[in-house]
Nanobody, 125 residues
Framework: QVQLVESGGGLVQAGGSLRLSCAAS????????MGWFRQGPGKERDFVAA????????SYADSVKGRFTISRDNTKNTVYLQMNSLKPEDTAVYFC??????????????????WGQGTQVTVSS
């Protein structure tokens, strides 16, 4: 089992950047595939990005390709989401998620067993 804690959210102007972090407990972090999802007001929880156990493979939602970068540091049990060129439509609560597995193609929220509490990102126009 793994526990996840996100940080790094906040208020930023359009065009700005933020880096989210997700710290995981446990000694087997490298055995988990990780993902970031977001949920805007009144919306469903949507896939943002995913990364495999080693960090060697990543996948992104079309809406964030070229602007967001997911990465991980297995020595620090942490996954990151670097968000550049932020837009007002990126405003949402961002969640990190974990599941056992070596792949990167986990883009559905029901494929993940463990979730953080979320961190708010607000982009002003």
């Amino acid at each position: 089992q793994v526990q996840l804690v996100e940080s790094g959210g906040g208020l930023v102007q359009a065009g700005g950047s933020l880096r989210l972090s997700c710290a995981a407990s446990g000694r087997t972090f490298s055995s988990y595939a990780m993902g970031w999802f977001r949920q805007g007001p009144g919306k469903e929880r949507d896939f943002v990005a995913a990364i495999n156990w080693s960090g060697g493979s990543t996948s992104y939602a079309d809406s964030v390709k070229g602007r967001f970068t997911i990465s991980r540091d297995n020595t620090k049990n942490t996954v990151y989401l670097q968000m550049n060129s932020l837009k007002p439509e990126d405003t949402a609560v961002y969640f990190c998620a974990a599941r056992r597995g070596s792949g990167v193609g986990y883009i559905q929220s029901n494929q993940y067993a463990y979730w953080g509490q979320g961190t708010q990102v607000t982009v002003s126009s």
